[in-house]
């Protein structure tokens, strides 16, 4: 047979594993990378032409939601692994609050052989911490682990009981995987809707305060520093647990970090016109909380950028504010809306592809976020500089709830690789079967 040779000629090669940012060549042969050097013979070989392009390792997203078991009505992973392979992610990593829930490996098998069949991204899914995510009785950690999950999280709830997150937290080291939480106490968030605060108070709408992250974020840290365990926070929204953060991690403890691209570029002014697209949990919070994620995820305290990427029908969204479900959709919009933080010269084009690519794939184990030689070629063609209006009932989700519906967004994919293996082109949209 014939060996498969793709040359990605002239772009910009961003390799974070490397800290290699320079123009180049990058030559993949039968699915993997073969070189990266300035001038590659195309001998052979399909040419794809990134002139004037970042060339990066594809994007890992470790945190979705693809609703599939159960609520396949707001996504599934077809749709959801086609949104994904459009926004440049090529890993993804899905949530286990699905119905049933991943508290087994039997749903664990279940997603995997369906991402096998449907999707032109690789999934990977997180298991349930606890049975039926109800924060009790944990899962059979070793057996979901032999199936497939690569962390174990109740992502959407909180462990309140504080000795079961501690038995958690003790369990996961003996399989050797992270924790994620979902870091809310969820006695002092109550029924909050938004940020508490003043534009709470203009709204007229219960408020969900900064301490509520903050306390249960302190409390997770405190049992890192009981357990020796790894711990990841999901979706940091507040500027004190930037700071519980910096902390640990300065204290030498294994704790690592998400921010969504919503929390790093709106704030809860965005909710004033009760659009349900701004509901979310955590809430949209302050400026100056928003000015603190900018800069801890530029300083490396936040480790990476995940989309909490959460679908939800029309009509679940289409309805009185406290009544809609929290989250938006944000695959196909992630990489254009943090790239506001290259043009506004926050971050480079090397740290923000590290943190959403290198530093997922690390803090989860997983076989890429790197454009090294013998590497899986999962690669993302990006124009930083291309100006889009964003359409959701154009793209391949099968919901629409996004914030972002009708605007201008500067940046865009051009094209994504999954092993070798052209599956999204800008114009041509998903080719996948």
Same mark, same amino acid.
Request: aromatic share 4%; proline share 5%; charged share 20%.
């Given at each position: ?11 910009r ?25 300035s ?7 399909d ?15 470790m945190?979705a ?66 049975? %039926?995510? @109800?924060?009790? #009785?944990?899962? $059979?950690?070793?057996? +979901?682990?032999?199936? /497939? *999950? =690569? ?24 399989? %050797?995987? @992270?924790?994620? #939480?979902?870091? $809310?106490?969820?006695? +002092?968030?109550?029924? /909050? *809707? =938004? ?20 306390i ?53 002014e ?44 029309g ?10 479900p ?59 500089e ?48």
């Amino acid at each position: 047979m014939p060996v498969s040779r793709v040359l990605i000629r002239g772009g910009r090669v961003l390799d974070p594993a490397s800290d290699h940012d320079a123009i180049a060549d990058l030559l993949i042969e039968d699915g993997q990378i073969a070189a990266c050097a300035s001038l590659i013979p195309a001998e052979d070989c399909d040419v794809i032409d990134a002139a004037g392009l970042w060339v990066a390792p594809g994007f890992v997203d470790m945190h979705a939601h693809l609703r599939e078991p159960g609520q396949e009505y707001k996504e599934d992973i077809a749709s959801g692994g086609r949104a994904a392979v459009a926004g440049g992610f090529t890993s993804v990593v899905c949530m286990a609050n699905t119905d049933p829930a991943n508290d087994d490996p039997s749903v664990t098998q279940y997603i995997l052989d369906r991402a096998a069949k449907d999707s032109p991204a690789r999934i990977h899914p997180i298991a349930a911490a606890t049975r %039926g995510l @109800a924060g009790e #009785v944990m899962t $059979e950690m070793a057996a +979901l682990c032999e199936a /497939g *999950a =690569v962390a174990f999280s109740d992502d959407g709830r909180t462990i309140m009981d504080t000795a079961v997150m501690r038995h958690v937290l003790e369990y996961s080291k003996l399989v %050797g995987a @992270a924790i994620v #939480v979902h870091a $809310e106490d969820c006695g +002092l968030r109550g029924s /909050g *809707a =938004v940020n508490e605060g003043l534009t709470a108070t203009r709204l007229g709408l219960p408020g969900n305060p900064a301490a509520a992250e903050e306390i249960m974020v302190s409390r997770d840290i405190r049992l890192v520093e009981l357990t020796g365990a790894r711990l990841h926070v999901a979706h940091v929204s507040a500027a004190g647990s930037v700071e519980l953060i910096r902390q640990a991690r300065e204290r030498g403890l294994q704790v690592t970090a998400e921010v969504t691209p919503h929390h790093l570029t709106l704030t809860d002014e965005a909710t004033l016109g009760f659009d349900t697209s701004t509901k979310m949990a955590p809430p949209l919070r302050s400026q100056h909380d928003v000015t603190a994620l900018r800069a801890a995820l530029t300083e490396g305290v936040i480790d990476a950028v995940a989309t909490d990427h959460a679908p939800h029908a029309g009509y679940e969204k289409d309805v009185e504010f406290t009544g809609a479900p929290d989250g938006i959709i944000g695959l196909e919009t992630a990489f254009a809306v943090v790239n506001d933080l290259v043009q506004q010269q926050e971050i480079c084009p090397l740290e923000l592809m590290r943190r959403m690519s290198t530093n997922p794939a690390r803090i989860l184990d997983l076989p890429a976020g790197t454009l090294a030689a013998r590497a899986p070629a999962d690669v993302v063609l990006l124009d930083p500089e291309r100006c889009w209006t964003y359409d959701p009932a154009k793209g391949y989700s099968k919901s629409r709830n996004s914030p972002w519906a009708g605007q201008q967004l500067t940046g865009q994919v051009m094209a994504t690789l999954v092993g070798g293996r052209l599956v999204y082109r800008n114009g041509d949209g998903v080719l996948f079967r």
